[in-house]
């Protein structure tokens, strides 16, 4: 299967191990979330994966088609670095043809794209601005289009959203879904995670350099958390439920009530155990989202995190 390869890679400084036996896989034409806390070796995995450091065991391959590299070929990534680096004296079309260059698109094409990514982005005016006369929404913008300029087959995304508006936000996801589906891999590290929830077809969550939680996210769901319910009544009554169906309940804030479903248990037998004259405004059920996940990972770890697989999230908010 084509794509980037993280085969067991380990990082050690002095007495610390920051990444510890890491192992991946980013598919070409899907977009893999990688997350983890602050500290949690994020940063050193993504260098070794471009390049910039080398693993101290382990390997980084890439394989696309017949052809299998050590690495990736730096023609064919594409990095959005979290922090941002664009030349400030720089004009903006300047910049980019400079960068496609280094990517070795010849000048005319790299300017057609440009103007296409520019286009996309309302940004077409601001071609001869310089960079410094840019709001900070607007220079990532440019900064995003000068990552997959080239068209890279692997696009490495660190902390993509910080500074964008909602719009912009939505325009960014567009293409990033749009990137996956020209059959690029995608890798996104970023801490928003309703947005991670929204794009990612698979998770990869770390924690202390080991990781924690991998795979798509439904499954990722199903094995960390039971189903739970949120009853929402008017008059805030507390509903009278049948307690061989829940692991615990508690109220959120004057009218709703969280119950935790026990293993098994399905959400119609939890609905028809509610009193009949129990005055109902709505009811949710849901799994635990992924920052809920996230969470429970940062402030528990590793070793409390593979307790989960094993039960469930108790009194989870």
């Not at 009811?283 to 809920?292: A, F, Q």
């Amino acid at each position: 299967m084509d794509g980037l390869y993280v085969e067991g890679i380990t990082k050690t400084y002095g007495s610390a191990r920051v990444v510890d036996n890491i192992s991946f896989h980013a598919s070409q034409g899907k977009i893999l979330g990688l997350l983890g806390p602050n500290g949690a070796g994020k940063t050193t995995i993504l260098r070794m994966i471009m390049g910039i450091t080398a693993p101290d065991r382990g390997a980084v391959f890439f394989r696309h088609g017949s052809v299998q590299t050590k690495g990736v070929p730096l023609t064919e990534i594409g990095y959005l670095p979290e922090e941002r680096g664009l030349y400030k004296e720089a004009r903006v079309m300047n910049i980019l043809l400079f960068l496609a260059g280094l990517k070795d698109v010849p000048r005319g094409e790299a300017k057609r794209r440009a103007l296409q990514w520019l286009r996309k982005f309302d940004l077409e005016g601001y071609a001869d601005k310089k960079v410094e006369q840019l709001s900070k929404g607007m220079a990532q913008k440019v900064q995003f289009t000068a990552a997959v300029l080239h068209e890279p087959k692997f696009v490495v995304l660190d902390e993509p959203f910080s500074g964008l508006d909602p719009v912009s936000q939505d325009v960014f996801k567009a293409e990033i879904k749009a990137l996956a589906n020209a059959g690029a891999a995608v890798l996104l590290s970023s801490h928003q995670m309703n947005i991670v929830e929204e794009l990612c077809d698979e998770i990869f969550l770390i924690y202390k350099g080991r990781e924690v939680v991998q795979g798509d996210l439904h499954s990722i769901k199903e094995r960390y958390g039971n189903l739970r319910v949120d009853v929402l009544t008017p008059t805030g009554q507390k509903p009278l439920v049948d307690s061989s169906l829940v692991e615990s309940g508690r109220q959120l804030d004057a009218t709703r009530y969280r119950y935790i479903l026990r293993e098994g248990v399905q959400p119609v037998q939890f609905v028809h155990s509610l009193p009949a004259d129990l005055p109902v405004h709505e009811l949710v059920i849901s799994r635990p989202s992924l920052h809920d996940i996230f969470v429970q990972v940062a402030q528990g770890g590793v070793e409390h995190a593979e307790h989960l697989e094993d039960s469930p999230l108790g009194n989870y908010a």
